[in-house]
């Protein structure tokens, strides 16, 4: 019976987004529980998909106990602020010195977390745990699927353990994976050796996604490959939206045998770089996608999706950008809905309006980014909402939602789920919530890249993947690097970094 301190913060963090992340939006938590501290975070991540829940519920039904340090998460952004991050791991490694004697400890991160004064913020706090609690303490961490991997997180982490689904409806079972691992390096009483090797070439999020190929096969093959000594392998395709050094797909491996590790780890490298010209897909612009999902939905008996790719919160984006909702207006869709469009403004002049009332509204045009003008439009109010409803769908398992005064407007044959607190498209309920049933719609288009897909493919007729002007640029290639190593191609097969601008 061993006592393991929990603890962690999670961080996406788009360089190029528009908005950072402050102390608040770790308090406030977004789609995520609030900033916690102590004991309040059993009840706070009971039967939540997030992988510190099931670390403690697995941990626990292996006869361990744990010690509650701090956790914060905050919605994909911007860097974090340096006061923030400084704020959240204080509390944390100040919980470890108060703490009664311990055997472990588990850090909840994500892996892609950049700060206004540090590329590598993950790699940094677990640099700070170690050197307080000295090198036997066994450190373990589990990791969301985007991590950007770095040298510094394997060298100061006895062991790192990623999510394998994209869309994420594996988290809670990562949480669970890592305690059972993390047994079983208490139980032998030895730390597993490890090894590592990075990719040199940058993976579009949208082709990441595991309901696909190659990801699809590749993740598939990880149980068979922890055999022969190896206990965990891990591939990371990176989180592409990171101008950092270290931003790319890598794969790591631990096991108590050090040749079957190592030899584990070049396998699956291999396999990955073999891959590399299949990560790839067409994407249309605003007016080819519409047109293309209308004539597809001529004959449809399911909703033709899309994904608005680049204005996706999960990345970085802030929900809000007004190409798709043009595109689709423009084209005169019929039964067409988009949500979540984020507009505060836009928000309160329909709730004092009312249902039934007609008024003008302009939407997007905020998130300073080139060709995202506002698009203003009569609308119909059809529908208000106070924001709050609980989550149905298997990403947000367990979540409960408050989005703030919420409305359906409707445009012509397009109705939009306007909201004021920002939050990924990845869950039915988000049109529900106002009235829409998303089952009879012809066309939805859901600000997402990938984890919507947990809910809606099994609705959809087909998806598209669309990139109007937004912040989450759809190509790294299109991106103004200016940290990123050199060497690495921009995408699959694409032009390689030099340095300066591409």
């Not at 039967?47 to 509650?68: C, R």
């Not at 498209?425 to 829409?436: C, E, K, N, S």
């Given at each position: 019976m061993a006592l393991i301190a929990v603890g962690g913060i999670q961080h996406e963090t788009n360089t190029f987004a528009p908005s950072k992340a402050d102390?608040?939006?770790?308090?406030?938590?977004?789609?995520?529980?609030?900033?916690?501290?102590?004991?309040?975070?059993?009840?706070?991540?009971?039967?939540?998909?997030?992988?510190?829940?099931?670390?403690?519920?697995?941990?626990?039904?292996?006869?361990?106990?744990?010690?509650?340090?701090?956790?914060g998460a905050a919605s994909p952004s911007d860097v974090v602020t340096e006061?923030?991050?400084?704020?959240?791991?204080?509390?944390?490694?100040?919980?470890?010195?108060?703490?009664?004697?311990?055997?472990?400890?588990?850090?909840?991160?994500?892996?892609?977390?950049?700060?206004?004064?540090?590329?590598?913020?993950?790699?940094?706090?677990?640099?700070?745990?170690?050197a307080l609690i000295g090198p036997d303490i066994p450190l373990v961490a589990s990791l969301d699927l985007h991590c950007n991997t770095t040298p510094e997180m394997i060298t100061h982490a006895d062991l790192l353990v990623a999510y394998r689904t994209y869309p994420h409806v594996d988290m809670a079972d990562t949480g669970a994976r890592t305690a059972r691992?993390?047994?079983?390096?208490?139980?032998?009483?030895?730390?597993?050796?490890?090894?590592?090797?990075?990719?040199?070439?940058?993976?579009?999020?949208?082709?990441?996604?595991?309901?696909?190929?190659?990801?699809?096969?590749?993740?598939?093959?990880?149980?068979?490959?922890?055999?022969?000594?190896?206990?965990?392998?891990?591939?990371?395709?990176?989180?592409?939206?990171?101008?950092?050094?270290?931003?790319?797909?890598?794969?790591?491996?631990?096991?108590?045998?050090?040749?079957?590790?190592?030899?584990?780890?070049?396998?699956?490298?291999?396999?990955?770089?073999?891959?590399?010209?299949?990560f790839s897909g067409t994407i249309f612009d605003p007016d080819a996608g519409v047109l293309e999902a209308m004539r597809l939905a001529a004959t449809a008996s399911r909703p033709i999706v899309i994904a608005d790719t680049q204005d996706n919160p999960g990345a970085g984006g802030d929900s809000n950008t007004a190409g798709m909702l043009r595109a689709l207006v423009e084209n005169r869709a019929e039964k067409a809905s988009l949500g979540l469009m984020i507009d505060r403004a836009a928000a309160e002049i329909a709730h004092r309006a009312g249902v039934g009332a007609e008024v003008n509204l302009t939407f997007g045009g905020h998130s300073g980014v080139d060709g995202d003008e506002p698009f203003e439009a009569l609308c119909t109010v059809e529908q208000l909402h106070d924001g709050r409803f609980d989550a149905t769908g298997p990403f947000y398992k367990g979540a409960e939602f408050n989005l703030g005064p919420s409305a359906c407007v409707r445009i012509g044959g397009t109705r939009v789920v306007l909201a004021c607190n920002k939050v990924q498209?990845?869950?039915?309920?988000?049109?529900?919530?106002?009235?829409?049933e998303p089952t009879e719609e012809k066309i939805l288009v859901n600000k997402s890249s990938v984890h919507f897909r947990?809910?809606?493919?099994?609705?959809?007729?087909?998806?598209?993947?669309?990139?109007?002007?937004?912040?989450?640029?759809?190509?790294?290639?299109?991106?103004?690097?200016?940290?990123?190593?050199?060497?690495?191609?921009?995408?699959?097969?694409?032009?390689?970094?030099?340095?300066?601008?591409?």
């Open positions: 102390l608040n939006a770790f308090q406030t938590g977004g789609g995520f529980p609030p900033l916690t501290t102590g004991p309040d975070l059993y009840s706070r991540f009971k039967d939540k998909n997030i992988p510190i829940s099931g670390f403690i519920d697995q941990i626990e039904a292996l006869g361990h106990h744990t010690h509650a340090l701090t956790w006061h923030a991050y400084e704020h959240i791991c204080g509390s944390i490694l100040d919980g470890l010195r108060a703490a009664p004697p311990y055997d472990a400890i588990y850090l909840c991160l994500h892996g892609a977390m950049v700060t206004e004064h540090l590329q590598d913020g993950e790699g940094e706090l677990l640099r700070r745990v170690r691992l993390l047994d079983e390096i208490l139980r032998q009483g030895r730390k597993p050796a490890k090894a590592f090797e990075q990719m040199q070439f940058l993976i579009p999020l949208h082709w990441q996604c595991t309901m696909m190929q190659p990801a699809q096969g590749l993740y598939d093959t990880l149980p068979d490959r922890e055999t022969d000594g190896v206990i965990h392998t891990s591939f990371t395709p990176g989180f592409p939206a990171a101008d950092i050094h270290h931003c790319g797909p890598s794969v790591f491996a631990y096991g108590w045998d050090a040749a079957a590790t190592r030899a584990a780890c070049e396998r699956l490298a291999g396999d990955v770089n073999g891959l590399e010209s299949v498209m990845a869950d039915q309920a988000m049109y529900r919530f106002v009235g829409i947990a809910d809606f493919a099994p609705i959809a007729e087909e998806i598209l993947v669309c990139a109007a002007p937004g912040p989450m640029i759809a190509d790294p290639a299109d991106l103004p690097w200016k940290r990123l190593r050199k060497g690495m191609r921009l995408n699959p097969l694409g032009p390689v970094w030099g340095g300066g601008h591409p």
